[in-house]
């Protein structure tokens, strides 16, 4: 389980601190995802910070299974906006980058590298470098490496915004399928409310800043494809895209 309780974090000197997220308490259950949305600059990016122990907040508390996030401790996959790909590495080296790290190599098996690669279709790009792939090509190592060193929790930050609406569409549908084989617990933070519906079992909205949860939402259509076109999905996704408003307003 990820927690936050009472979360509140400033960025700036003691005399001109901002405040980015306060008072943000949610719990986000072992081995489910959750979808964050809310209006720009609302400190979405920051929850994720806070949840990988790349940044400290002023008080409260940022838990994973009830213990102090802790990156030494904890394995925590952590994908970017922009992938985090090394580019003076080759694909199969970035891959297997965050294991060498973690110093997971001995757990990690050739047969479930070769599954995984070929799963993500990239088995044919493992001696090339980032720069001679194409931005959904860049994604799927991105999901390989991650996946590959099983982590504890996973955070990913609007991971598929850059890309064009159908290669946007494969990639969420490659998520779910890797996601549907260890379940690993997941916050994704994203600006697309159809999305946060696809992807997201529970759907948390945040304020504009300082962030504050406004609402959260256990989602039933999590997964479900062909619901866009259900009056539920109508209803869901006009009620997202009125919370957002208020966010934006409040």
């Not at 962030?211 to 866009?228: K, P, Q, W």
Request: charged share 25%; net charge negative.
């Amino acid at each position: 389980m990820i927690s936050f309780r009472n979360l509140c974090v400033s960025y700036g000197r003691q005399n001109e601190k901002r405040v980015a997220l306060n008072d943000v308490s949610i719990d986000i259950p072992t081995g489910s995802v959750a979808a964050v949305i809310g209006p720009s600059g609302c400190g979405k990016s920051t929850l994720l910070k806070a949840a990988a122990g790349l940044i400290e907040h002023d008080s409260g508390s940022a838990l994973i299974d009830e213990k102090p996030v802790n990156p030494h401790e904890q394995v925590i996959g952590f994908m970017p906006q922009s992938y985090g790909l090394m580019p003076w590495k080759t694909v199969r080296d970035n891959i297997m980058m965050a294991v060498k790290i973690k110093k997971r190599m001995s757990s990690v098996k050739r047969e479930d590298v070769d599954a995984l690669v070929q799963k993500l279709g990239i088995e044919n790009l493992l001696s090339l470098y980032p720069a001679e792939l194409s931005g959904g090509q860049q994604q799927r190592v991105a999901l390989a490496r991650v996946f590959l060193l099983r982590p504890d929790v996973l955070l990913m930050d609007e991971p598929f915004s850059s890309l064009d609406a159908i290669t946007r569409e494969d990639m969420q549908e490659i998520f779910l399928s890797l996601w549907q084989d260890c379940h690993v617990t997941t916050i994704m933070v994203t600006h697309f409310v159809e999305e946060a519906i696809l992807l997201g079992q529970k759907i948390i909205v945040l304020s504009k800043s300082p962030g504050r949860v406004i609402a959260e939402i256990d989602n039933s259509l999590f997964g479900n494809r062909n619901a866009h076109e259900s009056e539920e999905y109508m209803r869901l996704a006009e009620r997202l895209h009125e919370l957002v408003r208020k966010g934006r307003d409040a």
